[in-house]
């Protein structure tokens, strides 16, 4: 079993920036494809960022490239997700998610939400007009 518990979320103006957090607990001896996705209210969770298992490699959903940056830090089991010049659109619980899988990659693969085992319970961002 694995544990996520993400943090960093908030209230900010539009054009602000965010640094959320996701810390890894449990079954961690392995690294793991990590993800980054929100939900707004009354839509679907969807795909924000995802990074590959050893960091090498990182994908950004087109809404967020150039302003967000998923990273993560295996030797402290965390991943992060760097959000600059963040508009009301952004409001969402942003969700963090590990993939058990050693096996699979890819952006298509690490761009569903069916692809994860386990998620965090979420972090709010609020981006006001």
């Known amino acids: 079993q694995v544990q996520l518990v993400e943090s960093g979320g908030g209230l900010v103006q539009a054009g602000g920036s965010l640094k959320l957090s996701c810390v890894a607990s449990?079954?961690?001896?392995?690294?793991?494809?990590m993800g980054w996705f929100r939900q707004a209210p009354g839509q679907e969770r969807e795909f924000v960022a995802a990074?590959?298992?050893?960091?090498?490699?990182?994908y950004h959903a087109d809404s967020v490239k150039g302003r967000f940056t998923i990273s993560k830090d295996n030797a402290k089991n965390m991943v992060y997700l760097q959000m600059n010049g963040l508009k009301p659109d952004d409001t969402a619980n942003y969700y963090c998610?590990?993939?058990?899988?050693?096996?699979?990659?890819?952006?298509?693969?690490?761009?569903?939400?069916?692809?994860?085992?386990?998620w965090g319970q979420g972090t709010q961002v609020t981006v006001s007009s």
């Open positions: 998610a590990l993939d058990d899988s050693q096996w699979f990659s890819g952006s298509e693969y690490l761009a569903q939400v069916r692809t994860y085992k386990y």
């Open positions: 449990g079954r961690t001896e392995r690294n793991y494809n």
């Open positions: 990074v590959s298992r050893n960091g090498g490699r990182t």
